[in-house]
C-alpha cells in the first residue's frame, strides 16, 4: 500500500536526487566554478553605503530598470532585444520551460552538459532528449540535427562553453542548430567572462534564438543573478510566469554597482585565464593525466583513480569536483575550478602528494 507521501508526491520528484553542495568549511574550495577574487575595499565600502541606505522595507522594483540599464551598457545589447533578469540562471531556465511546457513538449541538449537542463525539465514535466557528445568532447552536428528533426523539441539549450567539459562549441554549427530548430535555441554563455566568444551579438540574425548569462563567474555569484536575452516577442511570453519582484533590493543595488567597475571585473577575468593556463600546464605534466582543453574558468581532467585522488585531496584540505559514475563519459574525471596562484598552488602539492600515496 503506497504511503502518503508516495500517494502526493510526484513519482519523477521522487526519483530524483537533491542537487548536493558539499560542506567546504576550511576548504581551498575549487569545487563550483566561483571566481576567487574579492572586490577591493573602496568597492566594497559603496556596497555597504548602498546596502546601508536600502529601503529593504518596500518590494524592490519589479521591472529591475535601472540594472536592466546598466546591463544594457555593459553587454552591449542589440537596441531590438530585451531582458528578463532572473535568481541566477537557474529560475532563467524553469521560466523558459514552464512557458513552453505544453503536453508532449520536449527539451533537447548534449550529454554530459549542465545537469539542471534534466532536473528542471522533470520539475516542469517535460520530455528531455540528450545527444551524446563526440569522443573528444565535441558537438556531433548530424546526431544534433537528425534528433532536432525526430523530436522537434520546443527548447534547445547549448551551454558555452560547455560545462563539465570546458570546452566551446564549432559556431557553425551552433548557427546550424539554431536554423533547423522548430523553437527557441538557448545559448548559455554563463562563461563568457573566460572565452571571450558569444552569440549575443548575433540575436539579430535569428529570430528563434535566446542567449543566456550569469554574474556567478564574475566575482559576483552571491547575488545570485541570471539574465535572458532576446527578441521582445518571444521574451514577452516568457516573462509572464517570472514571479513578482525575484531579484531582490540588496541584488539590483549591488549589481548595479559592481557593473560600473566592468574594468576590474575585466582584470580578474584575465588573472584567471592566466592561472588557466598555468594550471593546464602543469596538470599536463602530471603521470597519468589527460587534461582537457578549457574555454571556461575550470579544467577537466582524467587520472587514473579519481575517487581515491579526489579523497586524498578532500583529506588535505583542497575541495574539487568529482565527476566520475556522474555520466559514462565522466568516468576517471575530475573538474578543478581555477583558483588564486597561492590556491593553485595549494591544490598542485596535493595532487602529488596524493599520487605519490597512491
Known sequence: MATKREAI????????????????????????MENPYDLPADVRRKIAELVANA??????DAAASALKARLRETLDLPQESELILGNGSDEIIQMLMMATAKPGAKVLSVEPTFVMFRMIASYCRMDYVSVPLQADFSLDAERMLLAIAEH???????AYPNNPTGNLFDADTIARIVRAAPGLVVVDEAYHAFAGRT??????????LVVMRTLSKSGLAGLRLGL???????LAEIDKVRLPYNVGVLTQ?????????????????AAIRAERTRLSDELRGTRGTTV???????????????PRVFAALKARGVLVKNLHGSHPALDGCLRVTVGTPGENDRFLAALRESLTLN
Not at 552569440?199 to 528563434?208: A, I, K, S, T
Not at 543595488?253 to 577575468?269: C, F, I
Open 9 to 32: 508526491i510526484r513519482d519523477e520528484i521522487r526519483a530524483l536526487a537533491a542537487y548536493h553542495v558539499p560542506d567546504s568549511s576550511g576548504m581551498v574550495k575549487l569545487d563550483a
Open 55 to 60: 529601503q529593504i522595507n518596500r518590494y524592490p
Open 152 to 158: 522537434r523539441p520546443a527548447l534547445v539549450f547549448i
Open 199 to 208: 552569440f549575443m551579438n548575433r540575436l539579430g540574425e535569428f529570430d528563434n
Open 228 to 234: 535572458l536575452a532576446g527578441a521582445r516577442d518571444w
Open 253 to 269: 543595488l549591488v549589481a548595479e554597482e559592481a557593473l560600473q567597475h566592468r574594468s576590474l571585473l575585466d582584470e580578474q577575468a
Open 292 to 306: 582537457y582543453p578549457s574555454d571556461a574558468n575550470f579544467i577537466l581532467f582524467r587520472i587514473a583513480g579519481a
